[in-house]
């Protein structure tokens, strides 16, 4: 099947299949997996075009709201994180789809400087997982959690209604330097300045590259700012969401100005890679909490690992 925006060819049934296998696992850590499907397109398919930015943001927009409906129904989506993310990415947003459309037609640079960030934010995880110890026989909070939902008897009455009080995010204070909540019997405290001021450059890298931001969030609330995975990942992808809508409408809007360049999203396109990423979220985020938080972890080193690789690798060669 030919795609004109894209300028490709390729079966109907490879963008869904290859877009729910990526979305399944990400999606599980707070990320869509569209910084996934950007090299996909662009190495094995050939979409090279600044169109291939605002078509991966429209993947977001068609898959994510699966994986926020879970999240929110089992009552983990911790909104005012979420309008933190939100508030600081979309400035940041507007900014980069301008850079990448007048000056990095071409990114070959930004990926160098997108690729380190990724390559520390990888290591920085990597170390926390292989090299941070804890007291032995203290189990942490999102492992206790996910002990919670192994296959055990079904909980009634009052037991029940106590986990699942304890499974759903409470939030205690929100003021703008901070964000406490409470989450499996412990309490955690967000400094909501600094986020946002990270949130601001995760929005200009999405805007270029038209990953969302939640690639780069999503581990940055794990592993810097000490917050369960459990907790965060419904507000990581809401607010990838929400930023992927503001990228989409700005690059269709920027279009009629730039006449010899395809900027707008390839539609067609854009909704089979969403398709796929809509059903894989949905399962990704219905399983998440069978599933344990150093896997979880594990799965974030590996898209940022890889990713940064292929950045740099670019870069040089």
């Not at 030919?2 to 850590?29: D, Q, R, W």
């Not at 929005?203 to 459990?230: D, K, N, R, T």
């Not at 990838?240 to 690059?251: I, R």
């Amino acid at each position: 099947m030919y795609f004109p925006v894209a300028n490709i060819e390729v079966n109907p049934l490879v963008p869904p299949l290859v877009a729910f296998v990526i979305s399944f696992f990400t999606s599980m850590g707070g990320v869509s997996g569209a910084f996934l499907l950007l090299p996909f397109q662009v190495s094995v398919l050939g979409f090279t075009s600044p169109a291939v930015s605002s078509t991966n943001q429209l993947f977001n927009i068609v898959a994510i709201p699966s994986g926020v409906y879970r999240y929110i129904k089992e009552g983990r989506m911790l909104w005012p994180l979420t309008w933190v993310v939100i508030i600081g990415t979309l400035p940041g947003v507007f900014v980069g789809a301008i850079v990448r459309i007048k000056y990095l037609p071409d990114p070959k640079n930004f990926k160098l400087f997108a690729g380190l960030v990724l390559l520390y934010m990888g290591g920085r995880l990597l170390k926390e997982l292989a090299f941070k110890k804890r007291k032995e026989g203290t189990p942490t909070v999102e492992e206790r959690f996910q002990q919670r939902h192994k296959k055990q008897p079904p909980a009634t009455g009052r037991e029940a209604a106590s986990c699942e009080h304890l499974s759903c995010v409470t939030v205690r204070q929100w003021t703008p330097t901070r964000i406490v909540y409470d989450f499996y019997g412990e309490t955690f405290t967000v400094n909501a300045v600094g986020l946002m001021a990270l949130s601001l450059i995760v929005g200009m890298v999405g805007g270029v590259y038209g990953i969302g931001g939640g690639a780069i969030i999503a581990p940055f609330l794990v592993s810097f700012f000490g917050m369960p995975v459990y907790a965060v990942a419904g507000a990581a992808l809401m607010g990838t969401f929400v930023t992927s809508v503001a990228g989409v409408v700005f690059y269709q809007i920027l279009a009629p100005h730039y006449p010899g360049m395809v900027i707008a999203p390839d539609w067609l396109l854009g909704f089979l890679f969403g398709i796929g990423g809509f059903a894989g979220m949905y399962c990704g985020a219905r399983l998440q909490k069978f599933v344990p938080a150093k896997f979880i972890k594990w799965i974030l080193v590996v898209c940022l690992l890889f990713t940064a690789g292929k950045y740099i690798w670019s870069f040089l060669f």
